[in-house]
C-alpha cells in the first residue's frame, strides 16, 4: 500500500497555495501516471487532482523542493538530490520573464509555458522524461485552468 505522511495529506488538503517550482508546471502538463516512485505519482496524482478541483486553482512559484517533491525519492534531507532541477527551474523562469511573466502566484500555466515541442527542447535538455513528455506533447494543448490530470483512460 501506498502511503503518503499525515501531515503531507493534511497539508494538500489545506487551504494553502500548492507550492510548485517553476519547471514542474511542464511536467504536469504530461503527466500519465509515471514517476521516480509509487509514492510520488501517487502524490502527483493527489496534488494534480486538488488544483483541477478548485475553482480557480492556486499556485505558487517555489524555489528548491515544492509539494510534488515531498514524496520524491531523490529528495534527502529537503534538498533535490537530482542532477538537473535547478537548471529546469531557471529556464522555464527565463521563459516567463521572456514572456513578461512576474507573478509568483498563478491560478492557471500562463500562455507562455503551454507544452510545445519548443518549449521542450529549450527548458528540459537532458531530462530523463524528455522522451515521455515528447510522446504525450500533443495531448497537452486544451489544458482547462492550465491543469490536465491524464488517465489511462485518454492516453493511449
Known sequence: MITLSDAHLEHLKSERPVRLRSHHLLCMQ???GNGYSEAFVENMKQVLARLAAEATPGFMLAEGADDLCAACPNLVNGQCTSQNPGQFDALVMKCLSTAGEKARMMT?????????EELLEQCCPGCEWKDLCREVCGCASG????????????HN
Not at 492557471?108 to 510545445?116: D, F, G, K, N, V
Not at 489544458?143 to 485518454?154: R, S
Open 30 to 32: 504530461t503527466f500519465v
Open 108 to 116: 492557471e500555466i500562463p500562455p507562455s509555458l503551454r507544452m510545445t
Open 143 to 154: 489544458l482547462e485552468h492550465g491543469i490536465t490530470i491524464y488517465t489511462d483512460d485518454n
